[in-house]
Nanobody
Framework: QVQLVESGGGPVQAGGSLRLSCAAS????????LGWFRQAPGKEREFVAA????????YYAGSVKGRFTISRDNAKNTMSLQMNSLKPEDTAVYYC???????????????????WGQGTQVTVSS
């Protein structure tokens, strides 16, 4: 069983930055593909970014590419999402998710991930 806990959310003005963190339990954290998703009120949960276990390759939704950066520190069992140039449409609850081996695809689908955090609210004001 894997437990994920997000932190770092909060209010921010448009154009500002936030850094979200996800702390995970489990001795095999380094083997998980990890992802960030978000869900705005009245909308479905959507893919934001993912980072693979083996190569550290990163994947981004088009709406955040160039503004957000996903990273991981396997030694500390943590993952981060650096969010820059935030826009009001980035307002949502952000969730981290883990996809343990054997790897499943696609990384952009919520059904690919077996474990989820409780979410952290990000509110961007104009």
């Amino acid at each position: 069983q894997v437990q994920l806990v997000e932190s770092g959310g909060g209010p921010v003005q448009a154009g500002g930055s936030l850094r979200l963190s996800c702390a995970a339990s489990g001795r095999t954290f380094g083997t998980y593909t990890l992802g960030w998703f978000r869900q705005a009120p009245g909308k479905e949960r959507e893919f934001v970014a993912a980072i693979s276990a083996s190569t550290g390759r990163t994947y981004y939704a088009g709406s955040v590419k160039g503004r957000f950066t996903i990273s991981r520190d396997n030694a500390k069992n943590t993952m981060s999402l650096q969010m820059n140039s935030l826009k009001p449409e980035d307002t949502a609850v952000y969730y981290c998710a883990a996809n343990p081996p054997p790897k499943k695809y696609p990384y952009t689908a919520t059904t690919t991930y077996d474990y989820w955090g409780q979410g952290t609210q990000v509110t961007v004001s104009s």
